[in-house]
């Protein structure tokens, strides 16, 4: 698929396009990563589910946004073109705040090997005795730089987010970050579904704030099946799980360039992204 728009970043699995008079179009791939590799296999319908979770996050949201004075770049997920329809969205270009704001409601991956040395996540102290997969007191900002493509995003201290974006800014982050990711794990529970964490993306428009890029989809966020949910063991992903125990059991070295998925697993991990995506809104995807 080829776009006659210029291209303006690309990650793993989605692209970032020029769409003309200030307005961005987000291109939401079938690509599924696993294990820092993008595998060879799409997964039918994943790039329009994410996208229509994020506009029905948005839509979510925004009384939450408006509390806190702030927005969401959505401009329209319909008026967009044809070979990519259902799975873009057109949103508003802004100049974005250079830092991720990740919300964490437990204890999982960097932060818990980060909790294991120092007994905090950079600056935020922990209580003694958590493990992983625990259920945090209180949900943390846990802010990190944005890595170049291909690079593990770096955690910072709240002190360097003020540095990068000043006090006023830095606590509004702080604040809207861990009200929305209070309400998504609201919303998620009641869905069955464990949001561990999320990274948000914003920028401003103007003096305004604004929510942007994707919102608590499972490629943003950990998503875990609150059925199995038990502190003590990496927790299992609500979408990739057959894909990565696949990848497992298939003997790939995590080096060389990974296989391609069986029919089964394919179809399975389809099935996941929509269950949790009907799951989540009460519609059906289809
Ligand atoms: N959203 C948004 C947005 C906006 N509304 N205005 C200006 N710039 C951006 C923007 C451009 N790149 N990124 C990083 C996130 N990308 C998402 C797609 O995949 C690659 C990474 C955000």
Redesign the pocket.
């Known amino acids: 698929m080829t776009l006659d728009l210029p291209l303006?970043?690309?990650?793993?699995?989605?692209?970032?396009y020029d769409a003309g008079d200030d307005r961005?179009l987000?291109v939401a791939s079938d690509r599924i990563s696993a294990y820092d590799h993008v595998l060879p296999t799409p997964i039918p319908d994943k790039g329009a589910v994410l996208t229509r979770l994020s506009v029905w996050w948005f839509d979510q949201l925004a009384q939450v946004l408006a509390e806190h004075g702030a927005q969401h770049?959505l401009v329209s997920a319909d008026d967009v073109p044809a070979e990519v329809a259902g799975r873009a969205m057109l949103?508003?270009?802004?100049?974005?705040e250079p830092v991720e704001c990740v919300a964490r409601g437990y204890l999982s991956g960097s932060g818990t090997v980060e909790y294991g040395r120092t007994g905090a996540i950079v600056d935020v102290e922990l209580p003694a005795g958590l493990v992983e997969g625990s259920r945090l007191p209180e949900p943390v900002f846990t802010p990190s730089t944005?890595a170049e493509?291909g690079e593990h995003d770096e955690a910072i201290s709240f002190a360097r987010t003020v540095e990068l974006v000043g006090a006023q800014r830095a606590e509004q982050l702080r604040e809207l970050t861990l009200a929305l990711y209070r309400r998504g794990h609201e919303v998620a529970q009641r869905a069955g579904i464990v949001l561990a964490d999320t990274k948000f993306?914003f920028?401003t428009d103007g003096d305004v704030l604004?929510l942007?890029?994707?919102v608590m989809t499972p490629d943003s966020s950990r998503f875990w099946p609150a059925a199995t949910w038990a502190p003590g063991a990496v927790q299992p992903s609500y979408d990739k799980q057959y894909v990565r125990d696949w990848l497992t059991s298939s003997g790939w070295d995590r080096q060389s360039p990974p296989p391609e998925l069986p029919e089964d697993v394919v179809a399975a991990t389809r099935e996941r992204y929509v269950a949790a995506y009907e799951a989540l809104t009460g519609s059906p995807f289809a």
């Open positions: 303006v970043a690309r990650g793993k699995v989605r692209e970032v961005l987000l770049h949103v508003r270009r802004l100049v974005m944005k493509v993306e920028g604004v942007a890029d994707e």
